[in-house]
T-cell receptor, first 116, second 111 residues
Framework: SAVISQKPSRDICQRGTSLTIQCQVDSQVTMMFWYRQQPGQSLTLIATANQGSEATYESGFVIDKFPISRPNLTFSTLTVSNMSPEDSSIYLC?????????????FGSGTRLTVV | KQEVTQIPAALSVPEGENLVLNCSFTDSAIYNLQWFRQDPGKGLTSLLLIQSSQREQTSGRLNASLDKSSGRSTLYIAASQPGDSATYLCAVNQAGTALIFGKGTTLSVSS
């Protein structure tokens, strides 16, 4: 199955600033997914990122706030823009493994963001 | 819209007990169902994946079952250990789409 390297693992940021989170996959994947996990909550899908096209955002998430890049089949970034304390969450990227039917989905180790 | 529910939200058991975690989903047209474990402040570790055509999967002390027609899955943990303490998440997807997660069951196993 795929291995994902996610950076940074954690950060403390000032309100009004932006943070870019990176995910590097050790194999080529078609789709990458970005999730948010607010404190004490489960994972909520932010967007689906396909290489060569704009990301598709879920209801409640907009590109201006969470711009996503997908320059190639192994890499993606999520930026959290103009941050406020409400953006304090764990952000995770995910990919389908080579054989979704057999292996399902793999997740990065997450980025724990605290906005002060 | 697919919704995933997990019961109970929290569970505390003494070491050695067998236990069952429940997951239900509203749309039975799923591709896969996947159980994950999440330790506090950490990412997700995949435990078991059940394809829609399968009824159960086993890995060590873990057994997951799937009743697609009724929209239910259970995760059975045998002979629980303190190291099993974590949040267990159930997630489903349709082909080519992202996983939809339940809110999880937080398990505490005391020694």
């Amino acid at each position: 199955s795929a291995v994902i390297s996610q950076k940074p693992s954690r950060d403390i940021c000032q309100r009004g600033t932006s943070l870019t989170i990176q995910c590097q996959v050790d194999s080529q994947v078609t789709m990458m997914f970005w999730y948010r996990q607010q404190p004490g909550q489960s994972l909520t899908l932010i967007a689906t990122a396909n290489q060569g096209s704009e990301a598709t955002y879920e209801s409640g998430f907009v590109i201006d706030k969470f711009p996503i890049s997908r320059p190639n089949l192994t890499f993606s970034t999520l930026t959290v823009s103009n941050m406020s304390p409400e953006d304090s969450s764990i952000y995770l990227c995910s990919v389908e493994t080579g054989d979704t039917l057999t292996y399902g989905y793999t997740f990065g180790s997450g980025t724990r963001l605290t906005v002060v | 819209k697919q919704e995933v529910t997990q019961i109970p939200a929290a569970l505390s058991v003494p070491e050695g007990e067998n236990l069952v975690l429940n997951c239900s989903f509203t749309d039975s047209a799923i591709y896969n169902l996947q159980w994950f474990r999440q330790d506090p402040g950490k990412g997700l570790t995949s435990l078991l994946l059940i394809q829609s055509s399968q009824r159960e999967q086993t890995s060590g002390r873990l057994n997951a079952s799937l009743d697609k027609s009724s929209g239910r899955s259970t995760l059975y943990i045998a002979a629980s250990q303190p190291g099993d303490s974590a949040t267990y998440l159930c997630a489903v997807n349709q082909a080519g789409t992202a996983l939809i997660f339940g809110k999880g069951t937080t398990l505490s196993v005391s020694s």
